[in-house]
């Protein structure tokens, strides 16, 4: 092999590559930051949430309140946000249903957020039947009807609490269960749990993602600008040349991959992490978002791995094309194809089995989660490391032969990969 | 006188056409450049000029027949011909993100010329084609006068004896065509030996050292400007060409 020539092409074609925009940005800036503006598309969306449902008072009508759960107003008004309650006397028997026709078109007509009606008291005193009425495609009347079933579901409890006691019982008498829940789970193995389910994921999309571009400007650009015979007449065998090119695009897909991967975990230490404790009220320490060093090299391992397979079977489908808009065509159905298997699998309990080792692109993806979650299955990693390097070798054997061909090489052979092997597989030394 | 550098026998070249079956774009062609010399291949578009030097730069392979760069075929031993060659077309481009700087360099390196000579090699082409202004600004942001003279510098850094210029002037205008016969010639004196294909007759007449005449992919005639015209009792090399394409006299 003549490696002077291949690294001298290779980083020609970095250097190339770091000036052109699409490169830079598919590559490396949305690997990297993504996760920073995913996280604060969450903070601000949660903010803005927040600021806008403070920001208004919630208007809710209370008809025909018994006198017994006069508290219910007080839970109301104690509750986050402002509140408007206007208290009517209950309707009659034969006034009720035009009254509820004229609440829900007040809230229908945006009038009116949510509405209680004690519609009928029964045996003994203080029950009733309640009415909650709101608009569902609202979002003020949703929060009002929040509201109501907090104030409701607590005024009930403290309620039976006061019979209990009135008929001398305590609350642990008549509760029947007293549950209490303990997550045995560390903040770190949430974390652990939390990064398990979208790495693999976002890496596996971002990895293929950095190898699109390179793919296809290096393979139908170099056609489409009329580069490809220039870099054919250099002094160097083809192959050196493919290899070359080959490295660059595996590059691009494994530093977009480890360049998402690192940028997610920041993200989700600066941002997910206290974004949790906030909503969960916390300090914090429910998710702690953090790395096992084991993992790293799993990390480092499998982004080779699937930049390297990404690469070869995009590049095996980009040789074909003769224009970039061709080669985009192409090359789709790849992404589609590795992207798949990770959406079916991104179900926790899926089992990282030594058979399932053995199949490209779902083993790297369950050995990443395996990895993530501090477990490094030494027999599936061999399998994964084997199954990959005989497909990418199976790619590389494959892109050798279809280069051969001079119509290929030279961009006159009109169709595409399986038209190729249509025309060219001879099963016992074919003319390919 | 030079020894031979480039020698072509019996050279073929089909293509295989959906729509038209077997091309034969090239057919059993002769013929040998020199050092020194300016070797013009003569010929309509179509007529196999390209298909002709493309398979001695060893972008294509031929259907039969061999040819040989200082001795080293272009089957068995494609490197060594590409190392020894510089190959310069109207279609072939540069890679635009890079500089022009760059390019030479990359160009030198990867053709093999020594490490070591490699930066002094491309200043000196740098200051020989005037692209001193211009070597660190990308390809892409260079006028097409100065992406030329850049392809000129990439054909010839890495000091091949052999250079082959493939209807160079195509789409230039006159001044910038001038320029680049001009360096044709200095590299023809410099001691090269170029093989140079067009289809502009004032050209070939103006440049070439010995010019051969391909039509249908075969040779129909080889020779220096006089003696085409002794063998053809013709002055102008447009006769000439006419003579020997279409069978006809056009000053009867």
Avoid at chain 1, 254 to 283: E, I, Q, W
Avoid at chain 1, 299 to 311: D, E, F, M
């Amino acid at each position: 092999m003549d490696w002077t020539a291949i690294r001298l092409l290779y980083l020609s074609e970095l250097r190339a590559a770091m000036r052109e925009r699409a490169v830079l940005i598919n590559g490396i800036l949305i690997p990297l930051l993504m996760y920073p503006l995913m996280m604060w598309v969450m903070f601000s969306g949660i903010l803005f949430v927040t600021a806008r449902f403070e920001s208004f008072a919630s208007r809710v009508e209370i008809a025909g309140l018994p006198a017994e759960h006069r508290g219910l107003l007080e839970r109301l008004e104690e509750d986050e946000g402002r509140i408007e309650i206007t208290e009517v006397e209950a309707p009659t028997t034969r006034a009720a249903t035009a009254y509820r026709e004229e609440v829900e078109n007040r809230l229908l007509a945006g009038e009116l957020d949510a509405a209680l009606i004690f519609e009928t008291i029964v045996d003994p005193p203080g029950n009733a039947e309640v009415l909650l009425l709101s608009n569902g495609s609202s979002d003020p009347s949703q929060a009002a009807r929040g509201r109501l079933e907090r104030a409701l579901s607590a005024e009930r409890s403290a309620w039976l609490d006061r019979i209990a006691e009135q008929h001398g019982l305590e609350g642990a008498e008549w509760q029947v269960f007293e549950v209490r829940s303990n997550n045995l789970a560390t903040g770190r193995q949430m974390g652990q749990f939390v990064m398990g389910m979208m790495i693999p994921l976002f890496f596996v999309i971002m990895i293929a993602n950095g190898c699109v571009y390179p793919a296809i400007d290096s393979t139908a650009g170099e056609r489409e600008r009329n580069t490809w015979e220039t870099t054919s007449t250099l002094a160097t065998r083809r192959i050196h040349i493919v290899t070359a090119k080959y490295l660059y695009v595996a590059t691009m897909g494994l530093v977009a991959g480890a360049l998402n991967a690192a940028a997610m975990v920041v993200s989700f230490r600066s941002f997910l992490g206290p974004l949790l404790a906030r909503l969960g009220g916390g300090d914090g320490s429910a998710f702690a978002f953090e790395l096992p060093l084991t993992s790293l090299p799993v990390l480092l391992l499998t982004a080779v791995l699937l930049g390297a397979l990404i690469a070869a079977a995009m590049m095996i489908l980009a040789a074909f094309a003769r224009t970039f808009k061709e080669g985009q065509s192409m090359v789709t159905p790849v992404i589609l194809l590795v992207i798949f298997p990770v959406l079916v699998l991104n179900d926790p309990s899926m089992e990282f089995t030594p058979a399932l080792a053995g199949i490209p692109v779902v083993n790297v993806v369950l050995l990443l989660r395996q990895a993530i979650a501090g477990n490094v299955l030494w027999l599936q990693l061999g399998i994964t490391v084997l199954a990959n390097g005989a497909a990418i070798a199976a790619c590389l054997w494959l892109a050798s032969r279809i280069l051969r061909v001079e119509e290929i090489a030279t961009g006159s052979f009109e169709g595409n990969l399986f038209q190729f092997l249509r025309q060219h597989w001879r099963p016992a030394g074919g003319k390919a | 006188m030079s020894t031979v550098q480039v020698e072509v026998q019996g050279l073929s070249k089909n293509f295989f056409d959906p729509s038209r079956g077997e091309v034969r774009a090239v057919q059993e062609v002769n013929f040998e450049c020199r050092g020194s010399e300016i070797f013009g291949l003569l010929g309509a578009n179509g007529a196999g000029k390209t298909t002709t030097l493309r398979t001695i730069s060893t972008v294509l392979q031929p259907t039969a027949g061999t040819a040989r760069v200082l001795g080293h075929d272009v089957v068995s031993d494609p490197v060594e011909v590409r190392r020894n060659l510089g190959f310069y077309s109207a279609s072939t481009a540069l890679y635009p993100r890079l500089t022009a700087r760059e390019t030479l360099t990359l160009f030198a390196r990867v053709n093999k010329y020594p490490a070591e000579r490699t930066r002094s090699r491309v200043e000196e082409m740098i200051e020989r084609f005037g692209l001193g202004d211009y070597a660190g600004a990308r390809i892409e942001k260079l006028s097409s006068g100065m992406k030329q003279k850049v392809s000129i510098a990439r054909t010839v850094v890495h000091d091949p004896p052999v250079l082959i210029f493939d209807e160079p002037t195509v789409g230039l205008d006159v001044l910038n065509a001038l320029d680049l016969q001009k360096a044709i010639q200095e590299l023809r004196d410099d001691g090269k030996a170029i093989l140079f294909s067009t289809h502009i007759m004032s050209e070939a007449e103006r440049l070439c050292d010995r010019i051969a005449i391909i039509d249908k992919g075969r040779i129909r005639a080889c020779d220096d400007l006089e003696g085409l015209r002794a063998a053809t009792s013709q002055h102008y090399l447009e006769d000439i060409f006419v003579h020997y394409v279409t069978g006809n006299d056009t000053t009867a």
